[in-house]
C-alpha cells in the first residue's frame, strides 16, 4: 500500500511539472512566469520560502514567500550569500547546509543560476531525493523561460526602434511584414496539427510526446503508446462516399479524446490512423476498456449508415529501458494489426 502511495504522489508531481512546462510555454511575460514558478515550486517542495538568484545575460533576485508568492530580494535577504557562494562556483548540483536548506544550482558545474529553499522541519532523508528532482527541474524550466522572455523582448525593442524610424516612409512594407507574419503562423501551427481533426499530426506528436516520454523514462514513471485503426474505413469511403468518411474521422477523433486524458498526447498519424502516449502505471486494459465503453455508447445514440470500430494495440514502456519512443509506437502498430487480425478469423 505504501508503495502505491508513493508511486501514485511520483506521478501526480510529474504531471504537474509537465502542466508547469506546457503553461511556461505559453507566458511572455517574467513577472507571470515567477509566479508560476513560485507556486508550483512550494506546493510540490512543502517549502516555507524560496530565493532565486540568476546571473548572466539575464539577472534576477526574487524571494518566494511560504504561500509562492514572488517579491524583488537584494543583498540582504537571509539566503543571499548561500546562493552567491554557489554561484560559478565548482561543486555538486545539490547542497544542504543545513537540515532545513537546500540549495540547487544549474549547470551543476559553474552554476548561473540557484535556489535556496528552506522548511520549518528537518529535511527527510527519505525525502531528499524526491525534493533535490523536483526543484532541478522547475529551476531549469524557469531559467530556459526566463532567458526566451528576455530575448524575445530585447528582439522586440529592437525592431520596435527600427520600425518608429521607417514607419513614415515604410508603412507598405511594414504591412506586408505582418501579412507575412501572419501567413508563416498558419504554416507552423498547419506543420504540427491534423486538419481534419484538429488533433496533432505525426510531428505534432513526436513535439510533445518526446518530451513527456524523456521525462517519464528519467522518473522511472509507467507509460503507454497505443495505435488505434479505424476499421472498414476503406469500405465506407467506397460506398458512402469520402464525405461520409471524413466524417467517421472526426467523430473516431472525438471517441478516442474522450477515452483519455487531457495531458495525454493524441494524434492522427494520417488516413485512418491514430497514436497516443499516456502518463499511467494502470494496464493498458484500464484505457482499452474505457475506449470499448464510449465506443458503444457513441454507437447507441444516433442512427447513422455504418458502425464506428476501432481495432486498438497498446504497449507499456519500459520506465528502466533505453529504447526510443519510435520503437514502443511500432510495437503499438505491430499489437493492433494482431488484434485487428484476431477479429477478421
Given at each position: 500500500m505504501a508503495q502505491a502511495?508513493?508511486?501514485?504522489?511520483?506521478?501526480?508531481?510529474?504531471?504537474?511539472?509537465?502542466?508547469?512546462?506546457r503553461e511556461l510555454m505559453q507566458v511572455d511575460d517574467a513577472t507571470a512566469a515567477v509566479a508560476l514558478t513560485g507556486r508550483t515550486m512550494l506546493e510540490l517542495s512543502e517549502g516555507n520560502g524560496a530565493l532565486l538568484l540568476v546571473r548572466g545575460d539575464i539577472s534576477e533576485s526574487i524571494g518566494f514567500d511560504r504561500s509562492g508568492r514572488p517579491y524583488a530580494a537584494d543583498s540582504t535577504h537571509g539566503w543571499h550569500r548561500l546562493a552567491l557562494e554557489r554561484l560559478g562556483h565548482e561543486a555538486d548540483g545539490v547542497s544542504m547546509p543545513s537540515p532545513r536548506t537546500m540549495v540547487v544550482g544549474v549547470p551543476m558545474q559553474q552554476a548561473?543560476?540557484?535556489?535556496?529553499?528552506?522548511?520549518?522541519?528537518?529535511?527527510?532523508?527519505?525525502?531528499?531525493?524526491?525534493?533535490?528532482?523536483?526543484?532541478?527541474?522547475?529551476?531549469?524550466?524557469?531559467?530556459?523561460?526566463l532567458g526566451r522572455i528576455s530575448t524575445r523582448s530585447s528582439l522586440e525593442g529592437l525592431v520596435s526602434t527600427q520600425y518608429e524610424q521607417m514607419a513614415s516612409t515604410a508603412q507598405a512594407h511594414a504591412d506586408e511584414l505582418a501579412r507575412r507574419d501572419e501567413t508563416e503562423g498558419e504554416i507552423r501551427a498547419l506543420a504540427l496539427i491534423d486538419v481534419l481533426t484538429g488533433l496533432n499530426n505525426r510531428r505534432g506528436f513526436f513535439v510533445q510526446a518526446e518530451h513527456m516520454f524523456k521525462l517519464a523514462q528519467r522518473n522511472r514513471t509507467g507509460s503507454l503508446v497505443i495505435y488505434a485503426d479505424i476499421d472498414d474505413l476503406k469500405l465506407v469511403n467506397d460506398q458512402l462516399g469520402h464525405e461520409t468518411g471524413d466524417r467517421m474521422i472526426r467523430e473516431a477523433a472525438d471517441v478516442l479524446r474522450e477515452s483519455l486524458r487531457d495531458t495525454d498526447v493524441l494524434a492522427r498519424f494520417g488516413g485512418d490512423e491514430f497514436v497516443a502516449f499516456a502518463l499511467d502505471d494502470a494496464h493498458p486494459r484500464v484505457?482499452?476498456?474505457?475506449?470499448?465503453?464510449?465506443?458503444?455508447?457513441?454507437?447507441l445514440m444516433q442512427e447513422r449508415p455504418y458502425r464506428l470500430s476501432i481495432s486498438i494495440g497498446a504497449v507499456r514502456c519500459n520506465p528502466g529501458g533505453e529504447a526510443p519512443l519510435l520503437d514502443y509506437v511500432r510495437l503499438a502498430d505491430r499489437e493492433m494489426y494482431l488484434h485487428k487480425r484476431r477479429c477478421l478469423h
Amino acid at each position: 500500500m505504501a508503495q502505491a502511495s508513493a508511486r501514485m504522489r511520483e506521478i501526480q508531481q510529474l504531471q504537474a511539472l509537465l502542466t508547469m512546462s506546457r503553461e511556461l510555454m505559453q507566458v511572455d511575460d517574467a513577472t507571470a512566469a515567477v509566479a508560476l514558478t513560485g507556486r508550483t515550486m512550494l506546493e510540490l517542495s512543502e517549502g516555507n520560502g524560496a530565493l532565486l538568484l540568476v546571473r548572466g545575460d539575464i539577472s534576477e533576485s526574487i524571494g518566494f514567500d511560504r504561500s509562492g508568492r514572488p517579491y524583488a530580494a537584494d543583498s540582504t535577504h537571509g539566503w543571499h550569500r548561500l546562493a552567491l557562494e554557489r554561484l560559478g562556483h565548482e561543486a555538486d548540483g545539490v547542497s544542504m547546509p543545513s537540515p532545513r536548506t537546500m540549495v540547487v544550482g544549474v549547470p551543476m558545474q559553474q552554476a548561473m543560476a540557484v535556489l535556496v529553499v528552506g522548511w520549518e522541519d528537518d529535511t527527510r532523508s527519505e525525502t531528499w531525493s524526491e525534493r533535490r528532482r523536483i526543484l532541478e527541474t522547475i529551476l531549469e524550466l524557469t531559467v530556459a523561460t526566463l532567458g526566451r522572455i528576455s530575448t524575445r523582448s530585447s528582439l522586440e525593442g529592437l525592431v520596435s526602434t527600427q520600425y518608429e524610424q521607417m514607419a513614415s516612409t515604410a508603412q507598405a512594407h511594414a504591412d506586408e511584414l505582418a501579412r507575412r507574419d501572419e501567413t508563416e503562423g498558419e504554416i507552423r501551427a498547419l506543420a504540427l496539427i491534423d486538419v481534419l481533426t484538429g488533433l496533432n499530426n505525426r510531428r505534432g506528436f513526436f513535439v510533445q510526446a518526446e518530451h513527456m516520454f524523456k521525462l517519464a523514462q528519467r522518473n522511472r514513471t509507467g507509460s503507454l503508446v497505443i495505435y488505434a485503426d479505424i476499421d472498414d474505413l476503406k469500405l465506407v469511403n467506397d460506398q458512402l462516399g469520402h464525405e461520409t468518411g471524413d466524417r467517421m474521422i472526426r467523430e473516431a477523433a472525438d471517441v478516442l479524446r474522450e477515452s483519455l486524458r487531457d495531458t495525454d498526447v493524441l494524434a492522427r498519424f494520417g488516413g485512418d490512423e491514430f497514436v497516443a502516449f499516456a502518463l499511467d502505471d494502470a494496464h493498458p486494459r484500464v484505457i482499452l476498456t474505457r475506449l470499448k465503453e464510449n465506443l458503444g455508447a457513441f454507437n447507441l445514440m444516433q442512427e447513422r449508415p455504418y458502425r464506428l470500430s476501432i481495432s486498438i494495440g497498446a504497449v507499456r514502456c519500459n520506465p528502466g529501458g533505453e529504447a526510443p519512443l519510435l520503437d514502443y509506437v511500432r510495437l503499438a502498430d505491430r499489437e493492433m494489426y494482431l488484434h485487428k487480425r484476431r477479429c477478421l478469423h
